[in-house]
C-alpha cells in the first residue's frame, strides 16, 4: 500500500510546474528528487510540532490551487475518496492547508470531521514563521476553546473557553511559562465573576478572589479521601446468602358469631 507523504507531493507539484536551472536539468533524476524532497520537507509541514500526516494513496485524493498565480500552489485540500453506487468516488474533505502570504509556507492547516464536513480544529501561524500560535476547536461550528502561544515555544500560554452559543466562560493562563496553567478567569454573562491563582505549582488552585475583595483568599483544601470513591463492583454470591427468619405476629382468631337472641316471647295469656 503506497503512502504518500504531503511534501512529497508538493515536490512533484513544484517540479512539475517550475523550470529548473540547467544544472539541475543535468542531475539524475533521483538526486533532484531527493533535493526537492528536502526542501519541501522544510517548508511544508501539517502539524504545530511539525509531524508529518501521511496519506494512503488508494484512500485520499490531494487537489492544488493557485491563487495568485505564480505557479505554486497556495491552497491544498486533502479528500478521502469514498466509493459510490456509480462505481467511482465521492470525496469528502478532510484538510485543507493554506499559505495566505504566498511565500511556499502553509499558514493555515484546517482539519474536518469527514462524515459530516465540519471544521473541528484549525492551526494557524500567525507571524508566518513556520509555526502554530493559534488553535482553535470547534463543536456545532462554533468555538469551543483556543489556545494562544504568545512566548513562540509551541505551548499554550492563554486558552479561552467558550459556550456552545460562543459566550466566554473561562480563561487559563499560563504565566510563569512552564508549561501548566497557573491563572484561572471565570465568566458568566460577559463579565468576570471569580478568579483563582496556583501559587505552589501543583496545578491545583488555592488562592481565590470574587468581585469586590480587595486580595486573594486562601481555599478550603479538599479532602482527598472524600474525592476518592471505594470499590462498587461487589457482586453478591449464592453462597454469601445469609438466612433470615421474620417474625409474623400471630393475629387473634375472630370470635365465634354469637346466636341471634331469643325471639321475644307471647304475650302472657289472659287470665
Known amino acids: 500500500m503506497i503512502k504518500l507523504v504531503i511534501f512529497l507531493v508538493f515536490s512533484a507539484i513544484f517540479c512539475s510546474c517550475a523550470s529548473e536551472p540547467a544544472a539541475q536539468e543535468n542531475k539524475p533524476s533521483s538526486a533532484r528528487t531527493s533535493a526537492a524532497a528536502k526542501e519541501m520537507k522544510e517548508h511544508y509541514r501539517l502539524t504545530s510540532k ?9 484512500v485520499y485524493e490531494i487537489k492544488q490551487y493557485d491563487v495568485n498565480k505564480d505557479k505554486k500552489p497556495d491552497i491544498l485540500n486533502v479528500f478521502k475518496k469514498v ?18 502570504n504566498h ?5 493555515v492547516w484546517r482539519y474536518f470531521n469527514e ?3 465540519a471544521v473541528v480544529k484549525e492551526e494557524l501561524d500567525l507571524d508566518f514563521d513556520n509555526k502554530v500560535d493559534r488553535i482553535d476547536y470547534f463543536i456545532g461550528g462554533s468555538v469551543v476553546r483556543s489556545e494562544f502561544d504568545f512566548q513562540f515555544d509551541e505551548k499554550a500560554d492563554i486558552i479561552k473557553n467558550y459556550d456552545e452559543t460562543g459566550q466566554l466562560i473561562a480563561i487559563e493562563f499560563d504565566q510563569n511559562g512552564d508549561g501548566m496553567v497557573d491563572y484561572w478567569e471565570y465568566y458568566k454573562n460577559g463579565v468576570i465573576e471569580k478568579i483563582e491563582k496556583d501559587t505552589d505549582k501543583d496545578g491545583k488552585p488555592d488562592v481565590s478572589k470574587m ?11 479538599v479532602d482527598e479521601k472524600l474525592e476518592t470513591k471505594p470499590d462498587e463492583n461487589v457482586q453478591e454470591k449464592p453462597e454469601d446468602e445469609i438466612k433470615v427468619e421474620i417474625e409474623t405476629s400471630e393475629e387473634p382468631e375472630p370470635a365465634a358469631a354469637q346466636p341471634a337472641a331469643e325471639e321475644a316471647k307471647p304475650a302472657e295469656e289472659s287470665k
Open 50 to 58: 511539525g509531524d508529518e500526516i501521511r496519506f494512503d494513496g488508494n
Open 83 to 100: 466509493p459510490n453506487e456509480k462505481g467511482g468516488n465521492d470525496l469528502l474533505i478532510s484538510v485543507k492547508m493554506m499559505d495566505l
Open 103 to 107: 511565500d511556499s509556507k502553509i499558514d
Open 115 to 117: 462524515e459530516t464536513g
Open 211 to 221: 468581585p469586590g475583595d480587595d486580595g486573594f483568599k486562601s481555599m478550603a483544601p
